[in-house]
């Protein structure tokens, strides 16, 4: 189901208030609301079903994903509420407790305050987070903004949702499995700081429609072309070896189908290397556009506070009428 055409006709109502700043016509990651000339709002809502077994982690996976839209607006959180979609039975509340411990560790890490929640009785347990940040009008970062001869910057490597499929299905090691929860579990929180001390011209998180999806909707949003280097993209090498066995999500193939022709790739490709292109990520990292020259500095800064894997992955170009994203070896 295309939820974009479902409210597609909601969006220029919206948008009749001259303090919405950010709605959802391009399918940002968060909203934006005006308060004053100095402060705006940022708005996102996420939750995920169990990545892993340990609910605490789970717990901190789930609200790293979702504080990570704040970050992806160049926003700084400010208030979370917990979402608990919690079984009725088959559960203990010693788990329940640690799920929510998890989510208010990275809420504590990220500087912001837990106001309370919302809990519904549901056969699949789910669990995630309301986040309110604060932003200035005319510094905040959207999809819509990517500029040609903008360099692109990924600060996390993708792979994850074959990882945890892989490990449910028993072909994944545990070893592999915890560093990529590693990764999950980490905010956006300096990637995003590192960010804001250069002049980025647009930003989005990979998550759930993959770096394919995710890098189409800048192209879309920005209207130009997209062109990524595949050996230049932080990436568990292990996926390819899942993917090769068989291993793919429930949206592996829809997140395929979606791209459509607007992805595309250059040179000779494996079909393992095309799926992990649109293998859905969890808690993913962000995807900067911002200045050509600046974007070696940008990484350099990441590499320097932790970020090991951050890599100028590919450029922007100008649509020539049609946007597009081109994987290129």
């Keep these: 189901m295309d939820l974009s055409e479902i409210v597609k006709e ?22 934006v609301y005006r308060l004053s000339d100095e402060v705006a709002l940022v708005q996102t809502v996420d939750y995920i079903t169990p990545v892993v077994d340990d609910p605490f982690l789970y717990g901190q996976v789930a609200a790293s994903n979702s504080i990570s839209d704040v970050y992806a607006m160049g926003g700084r959180p400010l208030t979370a509420m917990n979402l608990c979609n919690f079984p009725a039975r088959n559960i203990d509340k010693a788990s329940l407790r640690k799920i929510l411990e998890g989510g208010f560790s990275k809420i504590k890490e990220a500087g912001a305050t837990l106001v309370g929640g919302h809990t519904v009785r549901d056969d699949e347990l789910k669990y995630g987070l309301s986040v309110t940040g604060l932003i200035h009008p005319k510094r905040i970062l959207t999809n819509a903004a990517a500029r040609p001869g903008d360099h692109l910057v990924l600060t996390k ?29 980490a905010l956006n929180r300096v990637a995003c700081e590192t960010m804001l001390e250069f002049d980025p011209h647009a930003c989005t998180d990979v998550t759930g429609f993959g770096l394919s999806g995710h890098a189409l909707g800048m192209a879309k949003g920005s209207n130009v072309r997209m062109r990524i280097r595949f050996k230049d993209v932080p990436r568990y090498e292990e996926s390819l070896d899942l993917i090769g066995q ?22 000779n490709f494996t079909d393992e290397e ?11 990292g962000l995807l900067i556009s911002l200045p ?3 974007a070696p500095t940008l990484v350099a800064r990441l590499h320097e506070r932790g970020n090991r894997v951050a890599a100028v992955v590919g450029e922007v170009v100008p649509a020539d009428g049609r946007p597009g994203l081109e994987i290129v070896k």
């Excluded at 993708?158 to 579990?185: C, H, K, N, P, Q």
């Excluded at 068989?246 to 040179?267: E, K």
């Design 157 to 185: 490597p993708i792979g994850t949702g074959v990882i945890i499929t892989g490990f449910r299905r028993g072909l994944a090691s545990d070893e592999l499995l915890m560093r990529a929860v590693d990764w999950m579990a």
């Design 292 to 294: 050509a020259d600046q």
């Design 246 to 267: 068989g291993v793919a999500t429930s949206v592996t193939a829809s997140n395929m189908q979606a791209a459509g022709d607007f992805l595309t790739f250059s040179g």
């Design 10 to 31: 909601f969006a220029g109502a919206a948008k009749t208030d001259p303090n919405l700043l950010v709605g959802f016509e391009t399918g940002d990651d968060a909203g």
């Design 274 to 284: 095309r799926w992990l292109i649109v293998d859905p990520q969890t808690s993913g």
